[in-house]
Nanobody, 125 residues
């Protein structure tokens, strides 16, 4: 069973940047795709970005493309989300997620079934 712990959230002004981290433990990190999702108040959780087990392939929601960058360090068992040009509509709890299948398809969002506790990101206007 994988354990995921996010950090790096906080309060930032519109146009600012934040970097989220997610430390994973409990299984072979480098064999699984990882992802970031978010949930705003009163809304369902939505996809933000995913990254392949190797780190070579990424997939982004249209709403964050060009502003957010997902990356991973398999030696450190950590996945990151660099968020630039933040907007008030990016305000949400951000969750790190791990895929259930080894070497799966990063566009198979249903495969992401293990979740961290979330970290709050608030963007003020």
């Amino acid at each position: 069973q994988v354990q995921l712990v996010e950090s790096g959230g906080g309060l930032v002004q519109a146009g600012g940047s934040l970097r989220l981290s997610c430390a994973a433990s409990g299984r072979t990190f480098s064999s699984y795709n990882m992802g970031w999702f978010r949930q705003a108040p009163g809304k369902e959780r939505e996809f933000v970005a995913t990254i392949s087990w190797s780190g070579y392939t990424t997939y982004y929601a249209d709403s964050v493309k060009g502003r957010f960058t997902v990356s991973r360090d398999n030696a450190e068992n950590t996945v990151y989300l660099q968020m630039n040009s933040l907007k008030p509509e990016d305000t949400a709890v951000y969750y790190c997620a791990s895929a259930a299948s080894m070497w799966g398809n990063i566009r198979d969002l249903a495969d992401f079934r293990s979740w961290g506790q979330g970290t709050q990101v608030t963007v003020s206007s």
